[in-house]
């Protein structure tokens, strides 16, 4: 762990436990991030390596490395040939493994939550949060014992049943975001592998740290080698998981560009696959709406991460007389302290990287010079002691239309985007009209209102008076229409039927077959 210190800022004293890390950081002076293949943490050969930012001060935590094609092709031979072992262990046993594997990550939340922080940005509570939405899923991941149960109708025909059974698939892949490092591993090989699958894991390349943590944990909780391997990199990675012919599914969560890429080329080569892409999120604020509780609410999903959340709620429409609470919810805006992720009090902490924050500094401008009114702009904020870092203010921008830029594209940072309608029909047809359906949300006090919104906008995941309305595991993650690609959504009921296949038996035992021979008690005499 020595090596990981050294690189900190003086002023960033986040120190991981002594024990956890140690295995997938080298111990060089320039530290570089290892790969996770059949069970073992293995420095990568490649002469590729991409440069890893503290976002807070940009100086170099890490070097990833572009893992080789015989480095990839290793991390799938080892899931393969681990499959047929995993695949007939018991239901029971991989029960068992979870069951440690849950406990094991509770116990190193915050050192989990502390790497978050380094190599993403986000608040240590946020980061906290992040590892804790992704423990939920593990937690439920411990109920497989209901969760992959059959189907049976005795009785079919004369003498006949027929009974359907859930089985894993093979070899999976999953590729990660930089926004969630730990919740959206957490989404993936925990339910593909509590399902009898195994899994290669391709976490990106911003901010693996919790990724390999969690493959430390991994260990200790007992999976066997093979079952989950991590390799790294970027566009070739990408490809080979989506050619592969081993690989038999594909979980992404990313950008609409690499979504759509994901999608299509991983499905042309005969795989399933899951593709949570962009997203474009609306709160509707009606004017019977409780003001101090709405107010809170949409500050808080707007700003919160810095705004790099797919879940985030980046547009708020003001029906009728709620517009007059535009300046109190500027000033709620204004009052967020902004500062590295790890410094007390910090509200939001920086985006990922200097080209992210150029990216919304420059939508933000479209915006403005569209015609939209800037009543907050965060672009010049200063972090003292933090003057190389990647931040942006709590911006917000009014007056939006529909054919803005600022608006047709997801910005992914702190800026909250405005607009007014006289009536809710119109928000309705304003959101339906949006190509985006990952979530949306109404806050109102009148249940017919809620109701009324809630039947008809198509939207995947709709709150009232919940700002971001993520399901907890025992649902889905439902988001739809241009946020989604696939049959099937990710965790809950849904992410076993992505992990498994269902195989029916149909058999016949004939009732004129049945065995009537009695017990024989007497003394056999052997003739």
């Known amino acids: 762990m020595a090596g990981m210190v050294r690189v900190l800022h003086p002023r960033q004293c986040l120190r991981l436990s002594t024990w956890l890390g140690v295995r997938f950081y080298s111990n060089s002076s320039a530290p570089t991030t290892k790969l996770f293949i059949d069970g073992q943490f293995v420095e990568s050969k490649t002469k590729e390596w991409i440069d890893l930012h503290n976002p807070a001060t940009n100086e170099v935590i890490t070097r990833v490395p572009k893992s080789t094609p015989n480095e990839m092709e290793a991390a799938v031979s080892s899931a393969k040939e681990a499959f047929t072992d995993w695949s007939n262990t018991t239901i029971l046993s991989r029960q068992q493994i979870m069951f440690k594997y849950q406990d094991l990550i509770k116990k190193h939340l915050k050192d989990l939550a502390a790497s978050i922080t380094k190599e993403q940005g986000k608040t240590l509570v946020d980061a906290e949060g992040d590892v804790m939405r992704g423990l939920q899923v593990v937690e439920h991941c411990c109920s497989i014992t209901s969760l992959q149960l059959g189907e049976t109708l005795p009785g079919i025909a004369k003498d006949m049943d027929t009974m359907t059974y859930r ?37 990106s390349e911003r901010d693996p740290g919790a990724c390999m943590m969690l493959m430390e944990l991994a260990n200790e909780a007992g999976f066997p080698k093979g079952t989950v391997n991590v390799i790294h990199g970027q566009h070739e990675a990408v490809n080979f998981i989506c050619d592969h012919p081993a690989i038999r599914a594909i979980s992404f969560v990313g950008s609409d560009t690499a979504g759509k890429y994901i999608y299509e080329r991983g499905s042309i080569n005969g795989k399933r696959v899951q593709a949570n892409m962009g997203a474009k999120n609306h709160g509707v604020i009606m004017p019977d709406a409780n003001k101090e509780h709405s107010l809170n609410q949409l500050v808080g999903a707007a700003f919160g991460a810095a705004g790099q959340r797919c879940m985030a709620l980046s547009t708020a429409i003001f029906v009728g007389e709620s517009k007059k609470w535009i300046p109190e919810l500027v000033e709620r805006a204004k009052k967020l302290k902004v500062n590295a992720g790890h410094e007390p009090n910090a509200d939001l902490g920086p985006l990922i990287s200097p080209q992210a924050k150029q990216r919304v500094c420059d939508l933000v401008q479209s915006g403005v010079s569209e015609g939209a009114d800037l009543l907050l702009d965060g672009r010049g904020v200063k972090v003292p002691g933090y003057e190389k870092g990647n931040f942006v203010g709590p911006t917000v921008l009014h007056n939006v239309k529909p054919n803005m830029k600022c608006y047709t594209e997801e910005i992914f940072g702190p800026v909250l985007i405005s607009m007014e309608v006289d009536t809710i029909d119109e928000a309705i047809d304003l959101i339906n009209s949006n190509p985006y359906g990952n979530g949306t949300a109404i806050f109102t006090t009148n249940g017919a209102t809620a109701r009324k919104y809630t039947q008809q906008i198509d939207v995947g995941q709709v709150g009232v008076n919940v700002p971001i309305p993520v399901p907890l595991p025992m649902f889905s993650f439902t988001g739809s229409r241009g946020s989604f690609r696939g049959d099937t959504n990710f965790y809950g009921k849904q992410g076993v039927q992505f992990y498994t296949q269902v195989k029916t038996v149909t058999q016949m035992w004939r009732e004129d077959d049945v065995t009537h021979t009695k017990a024989a008690t007497a003394m056999p005499v052997m003739r």
Do not use: D, E
């Open 167 to 203: 089985l894993p698939l093979g070899v999976t892949a999953g590729i990660t975001p930089f926004n969630f490092p730990a919740m959206i591993p957490l989404w993936m090989f925990p339910m593909s592998l509590v399902c009898g699958n195994t899994m290669v894991m391709k976490p």
